[in-house]
C-alpha cells in the first residue's frame, strides 16, 4: 500500500485501512458521484465517462459512459483521447442516457492484474464547463475508501473497495 | 477565368517576394477530431498574422483525401478576396488530408539594357526560355516548390499513405500523429526534402492569436540528423508550423530552388 497523505495532496482520505493479508485480485469497486445542481439559464445534462486507467494510462475498465449525440463525445477530452476515440458504443451495461443532478453510483468486480490504477470521473456539460477528477489506487487492496470533492461540474466523488464478499 | 488568373497572379507575387519573406499560407479546418460524422469547413488564406484571414488563395491547387485513399471532391467552393473557403463531408472513420501543393512553379530575372529596374516573369519553364528577350543579361531561374497541409480525423486516427511524388519538402507522420497533440505531451514530426531526411532544418510553430498581442510567440526548432523536429506545446491551442529552405543549385538551368512547407494543427488541454 503506497497511498499516503504525501502521494496525495488533493484528495481527502476519510478512511483507509488493511484488515487482510493475502489479498486477491478479485475485490468490489464502487464509485458514487454527485452531479450537482447548476442554477444557469440554459441548463443540460452533462456527459460522464467513469473508467480505469492503468498505470501507462491505458483504459482497462469502463464503469459508466452516460451520453447522448455522438457529436459531443469527443468534449469528454480525457476519455476520448485514452481510448474513447477507439471504442465499439454502446457497452453493455456501462453506457446508458445522460442523469439529471443527483447522486449515483456505480460498482464493478474488475479482474485486474495487480498495479497502480487511476479511478477516472469526467463530466462535460453543453454551453458548460469541464471537470475531471482522478483518484489513483492501488489493485488489489482489502478495503479502500478515497472521498474527493469536485469544484464544479461534478459534486463529491467516493471510491470505494471492499474485498469480494465470499461466504 | 479572369479570377483564376488573378488569384494566380498573387500567389506568384506572394511566391517571388522571397521564400523567407512570403506570406504565410495555411489551410484552417473548423474541426481537427470528430466523434461524429461532419461537415468541415476549411479556410484557405495568405496571411501575415495566424489565424486573421487576409488573401484568399487559389482552390485549384487543393486536394483532399480521405482515409482509404479516395480523392474527395471539394464542396461549396468560394473563392474569395479575402478567403478562399469548402467543405467536407467527414463521413468515414480515419484521417483525412488536405494538401495543396500544385507542381513547381518557375520565376525568371534578367537584366535589360537601358533599364535599371530588374525585370521578373513566371510561368513554366519552356515559357520563360522562350520568353527571354536575347539581349537580357543575368538570366537567373529559379523554381518554387510549395505544399501546405492540414489533416482531419473521424473517430480513431489513421496514417494517410505517403503521397506517391516525394519531390520537395514533406512532412512525414511517424511519432505524433497530427490529430492526436495534447499540451502535456511533446510532438514529433519528420521532414524531408526529396524522400530523404531534412536535417537541420528549421520549423516555426506559431500559435493561434498574433494579432492580438506585441510579441508574435514563435519558436524556432531545429530538426535533428534524421529530420525530426521535437515540439513542446506553450498551451492548447490552434499552431501553424512553417519550414522554408533555400538552395543554390548547381546543376542546369536553375539557379535557385525554393522549397516551403506550412501545417495547421490543433492542441488539445490534457
Known sequence: MKLTLTTLPRLTIAALSLLLCGATAAADLTVEFTIPEIDTAEYHRPYIAVWIEDGQRRQVSQLALWLEQEKWHRDLRSWWRRGGSKMALPLDGVSGATRKPGNYSVSSSPSLPAGAYTLNVEAVREVGGREHIKIPFDWPTDRLLIVEQGSSELGEVTLTITAESTP | ?270
Do not use: C
Open chain 2, 1 to 270: 477565368m479572369i479570377h483564376v488568373h488573378h488569384t494566380l497572379l498573387l500567389l506568384a507575387a506572394l511566391l517571388l517576394s522571397s521564400a523567407s519573406h512570403a506570406h504565410k499560407r495555411w489551410l484552417l479546418p473548423t474541426d481537427f477530431a470528430l466523434s461524429d460524422a461532419e461537415t468541415v469547413t476549411v479556410d484557405f488564406t495568405a496571411s501575415n498574422n495566424i489565424f486573421y484571414v487576409d488573401k484568399g488563395m487559389p482552390l485549384e491547387i487543393v486536394t483532399v483525401t480521405g482515409p482509404q485513399g479516395e480523392d474527395i471532391p471539394l464542396a461549396n467552393a468560394t473563392q474569395g478576396d479575402r478567403r478562399s473557403s469548402f467543405d467536407i463531408p467527414v463521413d468515414v472513420p480515419g484521417t483525412y488530408r488536405i494538401a495543396a501543393g500544385g507542381p513547381p512553379m518557375y520565376f525568371v530575372s534578367y537584366q535589360l539594357p537601358g533599364q535599371a529596374e530588374l525585370q521578373h516573369a513566371r510561368g513554366s519553364l519552356q515559357q520563360l526560355k522562350a520568353g527571354v528577350p536575347a539581349a537580357a543579361t543575368e538570366v537567373k531561374f529559379a523554381e518554387s516548390h510549395s505544399l501546405i497541409e492540414s489533416y482531419i480525423t473521424l473517430g480513431a486516427q489513421t496514417t494517410p499513405a505517403r503521397p506517391e511524388d516525394s519531390s520537395g519538402l514533406q512532412m512525414r507522420i511517424s511519432q505524433s500523429h497530427p490529430n492526436a497533440l495534447y499540451s502535456d505531451e511533446e510532438a514529433q514530426f519528420r521532414f524531408e526534402l526529396d524522400g530523404e531526411p531534412a536535417a537541420g532544418l528549421t520549423v516555426t510553430v506559431q500559435p493561434d492569436g498574433s494579432r492580438y498581442r506585441d510579441d508574435p510567440l514563435e519558436l524556432g526548432l531545429v530538426t535533428d540528423d534524421d529530420g525530426t523536429v521535437t515540439i513542446e506545446w506553450p498551451g492548447p491551442g490552434r499552431y501553424l508550423l512553417e519550414a522554408g529552405l533555400e538552395q543554390t543549385a548547381g546543376d542546369g538551368d536553375i539557379a535557385r530552388r525554393y522549397y516551403s512547407y506550412f501545417l495547421t494543427v490543433e492542441v488539445l488541454a490534457p
